[in-house]
């Protein structure tokens, strides 16, 4: 049978037998196992529970099961594993069974005597299950050990001798007045006698091996052989402190193993919640933080795998970090450099153009050269446009009353300044005005053209040819017609 233990932030709080069998695990009224917090599901898992261990089935809730700072759906919960339900942690362990055995339900065969030899002595229990320990067989002095373990013996021996001598006074009295044994009696002692001899020497064999299983760390083992002992002799005062020791040591181990089971608990919760911050900071590609998260996992828990995986990867994409880095850099230099040759050869544009392009390479500003190209796109920029306040604004007077002139300014300051936005603005009102004034005067040219004037509607193709851009569709339409005029 299992004992299920449930801690929450380091406290215990839920300790439970569990026979095999299923259980459902959420904090419905109607599970089995009740687990009261908003993180968990109203029906968050299935545990199975056999004899040495119980597994853990996920239910379908968003906060999945945890085992050694691992996700998954299902995990093997046994001593020493725990598993995290957030915010709890699910320890187990195995119960040992133990058996009393009580003198007065043994059964001793094959007891006879011979010639000063012991004899061989088997000890039954009525109906014993297939696991108890096997028939103890050979002699009571074959396996005595040291001088010191033959003298406690001797002892214990002398004690139940002189309780059956006590009980051989009382019941050995006759029933005739001449104070002659009776009939009864004579019958009855020497069965006494021998299952008195039997009960002491299982008494003192089994606090002999009591004695030796204690020396050799077997504490379960000793506390029921000496419990054994005790039941067939109940004076022995050794015996009783044996056992009392052996119950204190036990209750110590049990202490410690919880301890254990806590500080496991705790250890689990703190990598699992280190662990998540360094996959955080992998997919920030902050990977010193990552490398750095990782290791203080490894120093709860150095055999952790993923947390070794995790820090070797940190530290080859620190490298390979490292490396791109450089590569970007010697390519911001020499952009840096070509474009510096631009702008001193009096193409500023050009410069700023491939400023631009370097900048790209580096979008999350890693580098100082980033920065720096950054100031002098700012600056050619800002010196461009005050060259071009001038034309911008000679071109603003010229709109209205020669804005084929105000064009032909604009034109000049965005070949200068193509970032210009005043400049940019005022190119589309005079484009507008222009285009408006050309199909004015090309409409005029086709209907003069309808009347048969051709000479009138070729004068205004060619007044229309001026004022149309040249790159548009409109100034091709009359360049078209005005062939026509040749």
Known sequence: MLLLTVFKDGRRIMERKLPPGEYVLGRQSDCDIILEDRQVSRRHARMTAFEDRATIEDLGSVNRLIQEGKESGSATLDPGHPVIIRPFTLTVEAQIKTERVEADKTIILGSRETAGIDPPTVILKPNAPSNDPQPLIGSPFSKLGPLGEKRTLLYTLAGLAAVAVGMMLVFGAGDGSDGSPSKTVDMTRPTQEKELSQVE??????????????????????????????????????????????????????????????????????????????????????????????????????????????????????????????????????????????????????????????????????????????????????????????????????????????????????????????????????????????????????????????????????????????????????????????
């Not at 699992?272 to 992998?282: E, F, N």
């Not at 010697?330 to 050009?350: H, N, Y």
């Not at 979008?363 to 190209?373: D, Q, V």
């Open 201 to 486: 020497r299982m008494a003192a064999i089994n606090l002999v091996k009591g004695k030796q299983a204690l020396e050799s760390g077997r504490l379960e083992e000793a506390a029921d052989l000496l419990h054994r002992a005790a039941v067939a002799a109940p004076g022995n005062e050794e015996i009783a402190n044996l056992l009392a020791q052996v119950q204190d040591l036990l209750e110590t181990k049990r202490n410690e193993r919880e301890r254990l089971q806590r500080e496991q608990a705790v250890m689990a919760e703190e990598t699992g919640r280190l662990m998540s911050l360094a996959a955080a900071a992998i997919n920030d590609q902050n990977f010193d933080q990552a490398e750095a998260l990782a290791l203080e996992v490894l120093e709860l828990d150095p055999s952790h795998q993923q947390a070794q995986d995790l820090a070797r990867f940190a530290a080859e994409s620190r490298q390979e970090a490292a490396e791109t880095l450089q590569t970007m850099e010697r390519s911001l230099s020499e952009a840096l450099s070509r474009g510096r040759e631009l702008k001193a050869d009096g193409k500023p544009v050009e410069a700023v153009s491939v400023w631009e392009e370097a900048r790209l390479l580096d979008p999350g500003l890693r580098s100082e050269l980033t920065e720096k190209i950054q100031e002098l796109i700012d600056g050619t920029r800002a010196e461009q446009r005050k060259l071009a306040l001038p034309r911008v604004d000679k071109a603003k007077n010229l709109l209205k009353s020669d804005p084929r002139q105000a064009f032909k300014e604009l034109r000049e300051v965005l070949t200068t300044d193509p970032w210009n936005t005043e400049a940019g603005e005022l190119m589309e009102k005079v484009l507008a005005r222009l285009n408006s004034e050309a199909k004015k005067l090309f409409d005029q040219g086709l209907v003069l053209e309808s009347l048969g004037e051709r000479r009138k509607a070729c004068a205004k193709w060619a007044e229309a040819l001026k004022s149309a851009p040249e790159d548009g569709e409109l100034h091709r339409q009359i360049e078209a017609k005005g062939s026509m005029c040749d």
